[in-house]
């Protein structure tokens, strides 16, 4: 090869100059193209700027009067007129409080609203009507009860910001409080802020024509335009002063296009011009919001930039163009200069490459790898033995032949590399997949003489793990995004949380404070919460004489021993002043380390409470317990003399040796009718007293109403036939379910029932009992044929002791049988109530919840055996030692024993001769007093108890002390029964042959 003069200059210099000329069009066509891009990232972010400032003005300014509507709330003046509904006091009030916030916070509007949602006073009207509001913020917050704060547009084209919020006394709503300001003011103010012009358009469809040309009459805009002239989108401000192109292009797309940024040129100026839909707090499309900036400046310095760059390519370039010049031509010299030495130089290197070649050929064939070599015309010149395997083929079958007709599949997945490799005549390196092998391949193309060879690698376990390890990368890297984004959106909503709170809150790390809110400082009486950060909650804030403990307490929170811990300790405020304080410690994590959330609150009012309520139950239980000691000894008081008096009649009615006469039969029925009923109020007094203080014991269970009522109707029996009264039983036994009751209390409710209806019934009137469900309650009804009772009356049918104008009748009884029934019903969750016609009679209920099942049969009780027809064999005598101090009782119980003939009766007035009698007789029963002088009765029972010989004695109690707590502790004491007074006597005779007989079977 030989280079005549001056070729290299003509060969090389023209490309390189037009190499140049086209860099650099490329250059300005990239320089424009980035001067734009800026432009508008510019425009973008003024539009941006001017929607966030937009957003946070309204944010900022409902913030405002959010804290001023607390502030307002707390006014108690304010909350009275309020209340009051004095709007003249009212007004009086807020008016001078309306001129502050209109000359300080840009706030125009201050309205008090009742609770039904009607304006009350709107203090920039005071003079309007007490109508419903239309307000949509308004109804928001009477909807749900909670702060609300949105944009208003009015009907008369006033775009307002309103926030309203209940008002509340007591934890009672008494009303709303609302504000409100204009927003075209803020909309000024991002305008002046960012040098920029924004207009509001509202669409007239949103307008009402009188409001519009009321508020032109009345008020600051009375430069509006007419409402036959206005256009479908009304400019409110800013309008007036456009240029006409500025005027015409607006109108051509306000209120036609909805979201648009666009470039005008008016005259010598250009601007950028945004319109964007403007809405109201309903999310309802009301207008646009438009923004102009002014780009004209901007343009004018990218033109001047562009000639600049220009200028100065062009002087480069031709700088470069005659160094090239000179530059090639000593570069021809020095190639002619060597090309007789390269000449000889290529000679040797053929030599050496035919040397080479079959070294080449060797590795070629051994190359565990697909390799085949292909001419510049792409015949096929070489294929080693691992791609003959691999395509099925022999060499000699494919040698010479064309690559694309042999392997057409193979050339058309590999055909870029391959054609860039014989293209540059330079390696090249490519990944693909060839579906045929099913194969990943690195695809490696290099040139060769007089052609390239091409290398396929099978890459596809690396392809896989690559692929896994991509896919496992993505998946990481999405959960740290979301992970990421989860703890920003976690933080800042801790931090408004945290802001928001009535409750102290502080994150404290290594033992300084961190946050602290605005409560936390309030409570340690610091003005601000940035004055508590850094310092240690616990040396600062905590009494002296609880830090052992407290640091003990932070220590195992922060290594997570303990989750969270809550302490009552004493607080110090920053003037000294001690105060109760809870204190909830959390642990959390607080960027990355471990961290404690400090809740504290003011527990003084708590805890004075907590020690006014122990000194109330205190005092409560002191005068439950004064009110059972009196009780008891009550009826000990009352229950000792009843039993002389109702003993004494018994026997006196039943002496088969002297026998009373008429008149005196009926003097004894009327001691006992009166002991009776004397005995029955005891009883009841007892009962309603027990069930008062909440010492009644109830044992629900499932029971059968339909045997309950079988026993009381056969006990009431009696009675209704001396009354001429026909007692109809309805209570069928089929279908009837069980109720869950305690049986005890059940049977006395309807045995009370059943009373009063034979003893306000009339003479041969009727009294029935029935059953009924209602839902899942099974109701009993007794129903009279009585005088009934009157609405008046009614009202008072439960109360205690009150028997309706009974008291003067012949008809015997309490009155607080009925306040017992419904007392006991409501423990036992059931209901109780009565319906009556006066003249026609009345009808108890009481309902209990069904358990489930029904009765099938009905077993009627087993009598009562007549005690003496048992009585031990004839020669066989019992000794009873009955231990009293009252001289009737001991004389009753004498006249009861002499009546049976195998008895023998000791007697003995305290517990100390009753003791010596006991050893020296060994009676078969001992009958205890308890309230004796000395010893009293549980005190004997237990020196009995002591001795060998006495241990084993049964011993009955026998007490005026006769309510529960009474008998069951005289039961736990080791009592064998507790007898009461009066003493029924058939009930001893019981008790005793009862003992008689287990000895005897012993």
């Not at 700027?49 to 946070?56: G, V």
């Not at 928001?500 to 409570?523: C, E, P, Y």
């Not at 003399?641 to 009926?666: K, R, S, V, Y």
């Amino acid at each position: 090869m030989s280079l005549s003069n001056g070729s290299i200059r003509k060969n090389v210099l023209f490309p390189i100059v037009v190499a140049m000329v086209v860099l650099s069009g490329m250059f300005l066509i990239i320089l424009d193209i980035e001067n734009t891009t800026e432009l508008n990232e510019y425009l973008e972010h003024t539009r941006n700027m001017a929607t966030r400032m937009y957003q946070n003005r309204l944010k900022t300014d409902s913030d405002l009067m959010f804290a001023t509507l607390d502030a307002l709330e707390q006014k108690d003046e304010l909350r009275q007129a309020f209340a009051a509904r004095n709007r003249g006091d009212l007004l009086r009030m807020a008016s001078p409080l309306l001129d502050m916030l209109r000359r300080d916070s840009h706030i125009s509007h201050l309205n008090f609203v009742l609770p039904d949602g009607r304006k009350f006073l709107a203090t920039h009207s005071p003079h309007s009507p007490i109508l419903p509001t239309t307000n949509p913020v308004l109804q928001a917050v009477v909807q749900s009860g909670k702060p609300a704060y949105g944009v208003r547009l009015g009907q008369d084209g006033f775009l307002g910001l309103r926030a309203a919020m209940p008002w509340k006394a007591d934890g009672h709503l008494i009303g709303y409080l609302e504000m409100g300001g204009d927003v075209e003011q803020i909309i000024q103010e991002v305008a002046d802020t960012l040098q920029l012009r924004m207009m509001v358009f509202i669409h007239k469809k949103y307008l009402n024509q009188k409001a519009w040309q009321q508020e032109g009459e009345t008020s600051r805009r009375q430069n509006r335009m007419g409402w036959d002239t206005l256009p479908l989108s009304v400019p409110l401000k800013g309008y007036s002063d456009l240029t006409p192109e500025l005027k015409l292009f607006l109108a051509d797309r306000v209120g036609l296009v909805h979201d648009m940024a666009e470039s005008v040129a008016v005259g010598p100026r250009m601007f950028h011009v945004v319109i964007q839909p403007l809405e109201n707090m309903e999310g309802a499309e009301v207008g646009d919001m438009v923004i102009l900036t002014d780009t004209t400046d901007r343009h004018a310095a990218l033109a001047r930039t562009r000639l600049w760059v220009m200028g100065g390519i062009l002087m480069v370039a031709g700088l470069l163009a005659v160094g090239f010049w000179f530059y090639l031509g000593r570069v021809e010299e020095t190639i002619l200069f060597t090309e007789e030495n390269l000449l000889q130089a290529h000679m040797e290197w053929e030599q050496a490459l035919k040397d080479n070649q079959q070294r080449i050929q060797e590795i070629f064939d051994n190359n565990p790898d697909i390799l085949i070599a292909v001419d510049v015309h792409w015949h096929i010149t070489h294929v080693n033995p691992k791609a003959q395997q691999a395509l099925g083929l022999t060499g000699g079958e494919v040698l010479g032949h064309d690559l694309w007709d042999t392997f057409p599949e193979l050339a058309s997945y590999f055909f870029k590399p391959l054609k860039k490799a014989m293209a540059n005549m330079a390696l090249v390196v490519e990944e693909g997949f060839y579906p045929p092998l099913n194969s990943w391949y690195s695809v490696r193309a290099f040139p060769i003489r007089n052609g390239i060879a091409v290398n396929l690698l099978d890459i596809t376990s690396q392809k896989n793990a690559q692929a896994e390890l991509t896919r496992h990368r993505a998946n990481l890297e999405r959960l740290v995004e979301e992970r990421t984004d989860n703890l920003k959106k976690s933080e800042e909503r801790f931090r408004n949380l945290m802001e928001w709170s009535l409750q102290g809150v502080s994150i404290v790390q290594h033992k300084r404070m961190l946050f602290t809110n605005q409560a936390m400082a309030d409570l340690f009486g610091f003005d601000h919460p940035e004055e508590m950060t850094g310092i240690d909650p616990l040396d600062t804030l905590v009494a002296p004489e609880y830090l052992p403990r407290q640091r003990e307490i932070r220590d195992e929170v922060l290594a997570g021993l303990s989750v969270s811990h809550e302490a009552e300790v004493e607080g110090v405020r920053r003037d000294g002043t001690r105060f109760w304080l809870m204190m909830l410690r959390k642990r959390v994590v607080w960027e990355g380390e471990p961290a404690i959330m400090l809740i504290a609150s003011d527990f003084t009012g708590r805890k004075k409470a907590e020690e006014e309520l122990q000194s109330a139950k205190e005092a409560a239980e002191a005068a439950s317990h004064a009110k059972s000691q009196f009780l008891s000894t009550m009826s000990h008081d009352l229950r000792t003399p009843l039993n002389a008096i109702l003993g004494f009649a018994q026997l006196m009615e039943t002496d088969p040796e002297q026998p009373l006469t008429q008149e005196q039969t009926e003097s004894v029925a009327y001691i006992k009718k009166g002991g009776a009923l004397l005995l029955n109020l005891i009883d009841e007094v007892l009962d309603l007293a027990k069930i008062e203080s909440g010492r009644i014991h109830l044992s629900l269970e499932d029971v059968d109403p339909v045997d309950v009522v079988y026993e009381l109707v056969h006990m009431t029996q009696p009675m209704a036939v001396k009354q001429g009264i026909i007692l109809d039983n309805r209570f069928q036994v089929e279908g009837c379910p069980l109720v869950r009751v305690d049986r005890t209390r059940f049977r006395q409710i309807v045995l009370n029932f059943l009373s009063n209806g034979v003893k306000y019934n009339r003479q041969g009137g009727t009294l029935s009992i029935l059953w009924e469900k209602t839902g899942d309650r099974l109701k009993v009804l007794v129903r009279d044929t009585g005088p009934g009772i009157s609405p008046e009356s009614m009202k008072e049918l439960f109360q205690p002791f009150n028997r309706l104008g009974a008291e003067g009748s012949e008809v015997e009884g309490t009155g607080i049988g009925l306040t017992i029934s419904k007392r006991l019903t409501e423990l036992m969750g059931g209901e109780i109530g009565a319906e009556s016609q006066p003249g026609r009679g009345s009808t108890f209920w009481v309902a209990f919840p069904i358990s489930g099942g029904t009765t099938e049969t009905l077993q009627p009780e087993t009598p009562t055996p007549d005690i003496r027809a048992v009585l031990p064999a004839a020669g066989t005598v019992h000794t009873l030692l009955y231990v009293e101090d009252n001289p009737a009782n001991l004389s009753l119980m004498e006249k009861i024993i002499a009546r049976l003939p195998h008895y023998r009766l000791i007697t003995a007035h305290n517990g100390e001769i009753g003791l010596e009698l006991a050893q020296a007789h060994h009676p078969d029963v001992i009958l205890m007093d308890i309230n004796l002088p000395g010893l009293n009765g549980f005190q004997a029972l237990e020196k009995l108890k002591e001795n060998p010989s006495t241990r084993d004695i049964p011993v009955l109690a026998l007490s005026a002390n006769a309510m529960a707590a009474d008998i069951q502790k005289g039961l736990e004491a080791g009592f064998f029964d507790y007898l009461t007074k009066p003493l029924k006597i058939p009930y001893l005779e019981s008790v005793l042959e009862k003992i008689v007989t287990k000895t005897q079977k012993t």
